[in-house]
């Protein structure tokens, strides 16, 4: 198991821009696919970004194409999440994943480790 810890939301207006960044420690983070998922208020977690291990392979969900990218710094052992064009329906907690092996998922089950999230607000 990884530990992970976010960083990085807070309270903005539409049409700007945010970056939140995931610490992992413990077993080596190379070997784990992350994955970033949000949770609005009364609805279900959803998946928003994935990337691959070595970083190369990235996947996202349709309201996040164009206008989030997920990236990762392996040799700091953080991976990040840029938004841009943040919307008010993209209020939610924001959960950084990671699962073992080289390929993310968009299934929230598949992953084993969890950070405690944190909240991005979009005011409009």
Not at 40 to 53: I, L, Q, W
């Given at each position: 198991?990884?530990?992970?810890?976010?960083?990085?939301?807070?309270?903005?207006?539409?049409?700007?821009?945010?970056?939140?960044?995931?610490?992992?420690?413990?077993?080596?983070?190379?070997?784990?696919?992350?994955?970033?998922?949000?949770?609005?208020?009364?609805?279900?977690?959803?998946?928003?970004?994935?990337?691959?291990?070595?970083g190369g392979y990235?996947?996202?969900?349709?309201?996040?194409?164009?206008?989030?990218?997920?990236?990762?710094?392996?040799?700091?052992?953080?991976?990040?999440?840029?938004?841009?064009?943040?919307?008010?329906?993209?209020?939610?907690?924001?959960?950084?994943?990671?699962?073992?092996?080289?390929?993310?998922?968009?299934?929230?089950?598949?992953?084993?480790?969890?950070?405690?999230?944190?909240?991005?607000?979009?005011?409009?």
């Amino acid at each position: 198991q990884v530990q992970l810890v976010e960083s990085g939301g807070g309270l903005v207006q539409a049409g700007d821009s945010l970056r939140l960044s995931c610490a992992a420690s413990g077993r080596t983070a190379r070997s784990y696919a992350m994955g970033w998922f949000r949770q609005a208020p009364g609805k279900d977690r959803e998946f928003v970004a994935g990337c691959s291990a070595g970083g190369g392979y990235t996947d996202y969900s349709d309201s996040a194409k164009g206008r989030f990218t997920i990236s990762r710094d392996n040799a700091k052992s953080t991976v990040y999440l840029h938004m841009t064009s943040l919307r008010p329906e993209d209020t939610a907690v924001y959960y950084c994943a990671a699962r073992y092996g080289s390929l993310p998922s968009r299934t929230y089950s598949d992953f084993g480790s969890w950070g405690q999230g944190t909240q991005v607000t979009v005011s409009s």
